[in-house]
């Protein structure tokens, strides 16, 4: 699966629970802005379609990146998720503007955040840090498919959760691979 930027911001730079960080785990990021009415519907169709799909899977995680102060906004939406889900693994960093706009544009996207810090895609940042997606898109002007419309569950369902499973698939054969090269030592 296509490696669209390296080297991103790792969260651990700035979140206050130092054991959530970008490296070792397969992370979806999601920036959900300080206007919780458009972000809402995008948390629970992420939840929903994917995070349900892999929370239990290794190496999994679900980032939520929230703009300090709207912690009591985002309570009640938080409270909805757990109600129906173990959200062990959704993670709610919330920090300052200027650290949301530096990791969203590490992401190197021609995508926007919007005047709220909300972004409506998704994004899939791999155990090194790097951003993936895809390159041959058909549904994109240049082919590059860097996010996933939150929106959109046939997006979710059908390239983003194609997508994870390509990159499980490729930790899957890495392993067997570490496996047998161990063997024949």
């Known amino acids: 699966m296509p490696i669209l930027t390296e080297n991103v911001i790792d969260i651990n730079s700035f979140s206050k629970n130092s054991d959530v960080s970008f490296n070792e785990k397969l992370s ?26 892999y929370y239990q899977k290794p190496y999994f995680q679900m980032i939520a990146i929230l703009p300090e102060g709207t912690e009591n906004e985002y309570k009640t939406a938080i409270e909805e998720l ?6 062990s693994n959704w993670h709610f960093i919330y920090t300052n503007e200027t650290n949301i706009k530096n990791l969203f544009n590490s992401f190197s996207t021609p995508y926007k955040l919007n005047e709220n810090l909300y972004s409506e895609n998704a994004y899939i940042v791999d155990m090194k840090r790097r951003l993936r ?15 996933y419309d939150t929106k959109s569950i046939s997006t979710l369902k059908n390239k983003m959760k194609d997508d994870i499973n390509i990159i499980y698939y490729q930790l899957k054969k890495s392993a067997e691979k570490e496996q047998r090269r161990k063997r024949e030592i």
């Open 28 to 53: 979806i990021v999601c920036f959900l802005g300080n206007n919780i009415s458009p972000a809402k519907g995008s948390l629970f169709n992420l939840n929903q379609t994917i995070y349900k799909r």
């Open 82 to 87: 757990s109600a129906f889900t173990d959200i």
């Open 133 to 147: 997606g895809r390159k041959d898109d058909e549904d994109t002007e240049n082919g590059k498919l860097y996010g």
